[in-house]
């Protein structure tokens, strides 16, 4: 069948390849420009704020200058401090305990018990030409040495049945050591038994007991607080003190008669 071109019609001629690249060409043109100027923005946005920081640094100058040498002021008054004060303070310190240490231990290892008193009375007001641990901790509060003679001077007065000054100062004394601090702890509750105060006593034992699960002062609290709740009357509380230390440390000496003191509780 045959086909004929409508009258005037003429087909569209195909365009050249020089046509179609010229066309890409200007694509690409118009891409490049709209880029050229989303980044000229970018860059003119840049500058605007750096000229607005500037501004704002010139105006405030003297107050950045000033919060500035503040700043080093205060990081050199520290690192002077350090060097100068707190370090020398703290040697001077444990020079100061050293004497009073070597009493206490003294008084600890008298099993006699003969000499005792008079050992924890010179760790408590000095000797040799040092200071006690009563003026240490005063005189050098803030130091390492000074916060180790407080738990030095509580544990004297314990044993020179100084009971207030005992609690006194147990509680200024503060560690990271886990037994050193359970022990202060436990010493509290026994200065507040020695008073006939057995409410106070189990509440500082419980809590010597919960501080650490070693095998050494968990126990030895457990068996305080049992004691100490049972002569409260509180038999349940007791039983249960004394239930653990039968089922978790059956090794410790604590563990001996335990069987008869939960027979007590039952």
Do not use: C, H, W
């Not at 690409?28 to 709209?34: H, K, L, M, P, R």
């Not at 020398?88 to 009493?103: D, G, H, S, Y």
């Not at 916060?147 to 044993?159: R, S």
């Amino acid at each position: 069948m045959a086909t004929f071109n409508k009258r005037g019609y003429k087909a569209p001629k195909e365009k050249t390849e020089k046509e179609v690249n010229t066309n890409v060409e200007d694509i690409e043109q118009i891409n490049v420009d709209a880029k050229d100027s989303t980044t000229a923005k970018a860059f003119d946005t840049l500058d605007e704020t750096a000229s607005k920081a500037e501004d704002f640094v010139e105006r405030n100058q003297k107050a950045i200058f000033g919060v500035l040498a503040a700043v080093a002021l205060v990081t050199v008054g520290y690192l002077m401090y350090q060097k100068f004060i707190a370090e020398p303070k703290q040697e001077e310190a444990a020079n100061e305990l050293f004497v009073a240490q070597q009493n206490f231990q003294k008084a600890v290892d008298d099993v006699t018990g003969t000499k005792s008193d008079s050992l924890y009375n010179l760790v408590l007001k000095g000797s040799e030409g040092k200071f006690g641990v009563v003026k240490i901790a005063d005189e050098y509060s803030g130091t390492d040495a000074g916060n180790l003679a407080n738990y030095y001077a509580g544990i004297a007065y314990l044993n020179t049945k100084k009971y207030a000054e005992a609690i006194s100062s147990l509680e200024k004394f503060k560690s990271d050591d886990i037994m050193l601090n359970t022990l202060a702890i436990g010493a509290i509750g026994d200065a507040y038994a020695q008073q006939n105060k057995q409410k106070e006593a189990l509440d500082f034992y419980v809590k010597a007991a919960d501080a650490s699960k070693n095998d050494f002062t968990r126990p030895r609290f457990l068996l305080k607080a049992g004691k100490t709740a049972f002569e409260l009357g509180n038999k349940a509380d007791a039983l249960k003190y004394f239930t653990d230390i039968k089922d978790n440390f059956e090794a410790s000496p604590e563990a001996q008669s335990i069987d008869a003191l939960i027979g007590l509780a039952q």
